[in-house]
């Protein structure tokens, strides 16, 4: 279901409750997909449930409400996706980012330790209605709903501008500006770690995952489709951007321009080196960045 925010007055009020933003025109628009479980199309057993009922929008819904303390899900196509699952029995949102066809959806029971065993095993055949819309909802990985602050601060930092490629940079540069690198952070986070997205903006700190799923928000709630990816750089696990606009389509890993043309772009590297010429000259060689995921 789609669904149009209009936040003018509280956009403001919540974008300088997480930052230092100029006062601006807040008549823009957000626009918020919020994924839904309509139960037209379901798989499972009652337990473990698959709602399918919006793939051509691009996303499924899953949830668990058995007794098991881990879930996993398993989604594959090309490339195998996977993702914990709460035990709390609220669905969350799946992407399905490989365009059409089949897909397989595997739901796994943690019995002990790192021994799991399979509760629901499901191919779901999955027509696009548009190829771009799994990157414009939100989902795990890059979550947020009509309640978010994030939703306030797109609209606030985007505010006047209609040129999509100039939305993106403006959310380029308040990433970049706003954001410091969280080392602590990056030195004892666990696996299985999801970003939230308003408390990156209530503390101006992250991760490169934080940094990326921020962006990623802000720009799908412009109606810019964007995809989180993640991938190695320098022989790290790391997380960037990649956008698309319907004049230059896909451009993977670059976000700004420097007047002629577009720059390979990296939010967390531009944040922590601030203007170093040697951050700057890696991140704009596409040699440094191998795609592994993309959400």
Not at 96 to 119: D, H, P
Request: proline share 3%; net charge neutral; with cysteine.
């Amino acid at each position: 279901m789609r669904k149009t925010i209009l936040r003018r007055a509280a956009a403001l009020a919540l974008a300088f409750a997480v930052g230092s933003l100029s006062p601006v025109s807040t008549a823009q628009a957000a626009v918020l997909r919020t994924p839904s479980a309509d139960g037209a199309v379901t798989y499972g057993n009652g337990v473990a449930v698959i709602d399918a009922s919006h793939t051509s929008d691009g996303y499924v819904m899953i949830r668990y409400s058995g007794g098991a303390r881990r879930i996993k899900v398993r989604i594959t196509k090309n490339t195998q996706y996977t993702y914990d699952l709460n035990v709390s029995g609220a669905y969350e949102t799946f992407p399905l980012t490989e365009g059409n066809g089949a897909y397989t959806i595997a739901i796994f029971e943690q019995v002990e330790g790192t021994m799991y065993a399979q509760a629901v095993n499901q191919t779901v055949n999955v027509t696009l209605s548009n190829d771009k819309l799994p990157f414009l909802y939100p989902n795990q990985f890059c979550n947020y709903n009509a309640m978010s602050a994030v939703v306030g601060v797109s609209d606030a930092v985007c505010a006047g501008i209609t040129d999509p490629l100039q939305k993106v940079a403006a959310v380029y540069n308040y990433a970049v500006n706003t954001l410091s690198y969280d080392y602590n952070k990056a030195a004892t986070v666990q696996s299985g770690y999801l970003p939230n997205i308003d408390s990156t903006l209530a503390t101006r700190s992250g991760i490169c995952f934080d940094y990326a799923s921020m962006m990623v928000a802000m720009l799908r709630l412009q109606d810019i489709p964007s995809k989180l990816v993640i991938g190695y750089t320098g022989g790290q696990y790391h997380a960037w951007v990649s956008v698309y606009t319907d004049a230059q389509g896909w451009i993977d890993n670059v976000i700004f321009f420097n007047g002629n043309d577009w720059r390979f772009m990296d939010p967390t590297f531009a944040s922590t080196g601030k203007g170093n010429p040697a951050t700057l000259e890696h991140i704009k060689n596409s040699a440094n960045y191998s795609a592994k995921f993309s959400y």
